[in-house]
């Protein structure tokens, strides 16, 4: 008996250079997976998008952050944060919906307790 088995492994990849920061969609047979990085501070070196508590990967930026849910939808990917403490400041109540393939970004949140609302278009990248 003869068995064969595949390895061939499809991942979808979209990267999209925003103002500030390079956002990258990831999808493969496990599941989506969505990172980010801080144009001039991370360079290229992505950390995961959205995260749920701080760790090796983005220590560098984030003290602690509370209340997080991530929710991904075909290629909207929405980011709701109740509370994150950055070295920079304190952002609560954020909403951020980035949408990968209409390649648009926009979010709505409180800095250091003050009201703050961003919308931009971004670009394709090569991966």
Not at 71 to 93: N, P, W
């Amino acid at each position: 008996m003869l068995v064969c088995f595949s390895t061939n492994v499809f991942a979808e990849v979209i990267i999209m250079k925003c103002k500030s920061y390079r956002y990258k969609y990831v999808s493969d047979g496990s599941g989506t997976t969505i990172y980010s990085a801080n144009i001039k501070r991370d360079k290229k070196n992505f950390h995961k998008f959205c995260p749920s508590e701080v760790n090796d990967s983005n220590k560098h930026f984030l003290k602690s952050i509370e209340g997080v849910e991530l929710i991904v939808s075909e290629y909207v990917v929405t980011c709701k944060t109740a509370k994150s403490v950055l070295k920079q400041g304190i952002g609560t109540d954020s909403v951020s919906i980035t949408d990968f393939k209409k390649l648009t970004r926009s979010s709505k949140f409180k800095w250091n307790g003050s009201p703050q609302s961003q919308k931009e278009k971004c670009k394709l990248e090569k991966s």
